[in-house]
């Protein structure tokens, strides 16, 4: 209890929890403010196990990098760095050659249909034009 003037003055208790509604506004203004901060943020939606796996792994690995070049040259060899480096590098190999994998198997598919992302449509779909367009230019020559 804190007296000013010789009256009491009891500092108010809410003792009703906040309701869901508050929550979410809490929760969005903090989620804004962190955008807001990092103009070069992007939003990304899991929607696979393996997104999941691997955004755990690339959260790591981020917060890893950014540590190591950090301590690159006092405490970190560079034969170390080197190593680690190649290391990533082969990571970002291995995306690329899957992504292209599956893009591959989408265009053989033949449909863009069903694709919810859609730059990733775009691409497929495009990507579809072409290699009909190949196709019914090779059966023009061929006749």
Not at 29 to 34: G, L, P, S
Not at 73 to 96: F, H, P
Request: charged residues 30%.
């Amino acid at each position: 209890m804190i007296e000013t003037n010789n009256q009491p003055i009891r500092p108010t208790q809410n003792n009703n929890p906040p309701s869901r509604r508050s929550i979410i506004e809490v929760n969005q203004k903090r989620k804004m403010a962190i955008i807001e901060k990092n103009i070069n943020a992007e939003v990304f939606i899991l929607k696979s196990l393996n997104a999941i796996k691997i955004f755990k792994e690339l959260r790591a690995t981020d917060a890893l990098d950014s540590t190591l070049r950090n301590l690159w040259g006092d405490k970190i060899s560079a034969k170390d760095m080197e190593k680690w480096i190649k290391l990533v590098d082969e990571i970002y190999t291995k995306i690329t050659e899957a992504n292209m994998y599956g893009k591959e198997l989408l265009v053989n598919n033949g449909k863009s249909r069903g694709i919810t992302n859609f730059f990733l449509r775009q691409e497929i779909r495009k990507s579809i034009e072409t290699k009909e367009t190949k196709t019914q230019e090779s059966k023009k020559q061929e006749a």
